[in-house]
């Protein structure tokens, strides 16, 4: 099979039509329509249905789509192996919980430049469920996430021990108490600090309880800050914020303060010296001492 091929296939499956791969590809569609019937002439079956609107993909499709976007990505491997053999840097791409990439993340970051100054590192932060969707996908290298990871395709290590403290407006900045349940001020769903602070309203008995959504940590610290509710999140993330001084914290049962930071990758990925290299800055920054703030 002429693997060139396969790369017109995807773009006409991915574009939805020969004029808008041809486009994509910045080439002719009379070379796009040549390749595909090449493709569907070696395999002996049609591979798209002709519509009015576009081109659909057959059962037969479906199937080669699979190992077309398997190849793709082994492709994309071999050449970022070649490069971080070659020692022109590579890329890797790494997925952080926001906590992580505001506090954790920067002196790694900084370290791994110093080794590596070569290497493109691209982060994107998100909830761990999120996080673990991606590295499944094939979309991120590796991440950093809320608590042992089980799943078979995927190998961890703990990096952070952190410990979680209920986070509270500090008495001054409210004007009085209630008895209303408490506010959630919190991650999207899929964030393990969020189910943490639905399982702590559990345990007091507030049932139902209200919660506001915020996509960042500054949104969320600042809220708190301002009397609007309370958060569950690493007390390092309290110690670092400049909003520690409307805030207050409060201790947490063992059971629930406790949320370790797995970094975790997939066991199938060819060996790479560069992500050998960030694992090699992140053990060596997180024996690092953090800042402390006391407890209630």
Request: charged share 25%; hydrophobic share 40%.
């Amino acid at each position: 099979m002429d693997i060139r091929n396969l790369k017109f296939f995807s773009a006409i499956a991915d574009t939805g039509g020969v004029s808008s791969a041809a486009r994509h590809l910045n080439t002719v569609q009379s070379n796009v329509t040549a390749r595909l019937k090449d493709l569907e002439r070696e395999l002996g079956v049609e591979l798209f249905y002709r519509t009015g609107k576009g081109m659909v993909l057959t059962s037969a499709g479906e199937i080669l789509r699979s190992y077309a976007w398997r190849l793709e990505r082994l492709g994309e491997e071999a050449r970022q192996a070649m490069r971080d053999f070659a020692g022109e840097g590579g890329l890797i791409r790494i997925g952080a919980m926001e906590t992580t990439a505001a506090i954790r993340l920067p002196p790694i970051l900084k370290s791994l430049q110093q080794e590596q100054p070569k290497l493109e590192v691209r982060v994107t932060a998100g909830p761990t469920e999120t996080l673990l969707y991606e590295l499944l996908a094939y979309r991120l290298d590796g991440a950093f996430v809320a608590g042992e990871q089980t799943h078979k395709e995927l190998v961890g290590e703990k990096v952070f021990a952190e410990r979680l403290v209920l986070v509270r407006p500090a008495a001054r900045e409210v004007s009085q108490r209630s008895d209303a349940p408490e506010q959630l001020i919190v991650f999207r769903r899929g964030c393990s600090y969020r189910a943490r602070s639905e399982e702590w309203l559990r345990d007091q008995g507030q049932l139902p309880f209200r919660v506001m959504e915020f996509g960042t940590l500054d949104g969320i610290l600042g809220c708190v800050a301002a009397g609007l509710g309370v958060t569950l999140l690493p007390e390092i993330v309290i110690a670092a914020s400049r909003f520690a001084g409307d805030l207050e914290v409060e201790a947490l049962p063992k059971r629930l303060a406790d949320l370790p930071t797995y970094f975790v990758r997939r066991k199938d990925t060819a060996p790479k010296h560069s992500l050998d290299a960030f694992l090699a800055a992140v053990r060596k920054t997180k024996t690092s001492p953090v800042p402390k703030r006391a407890v209630s």
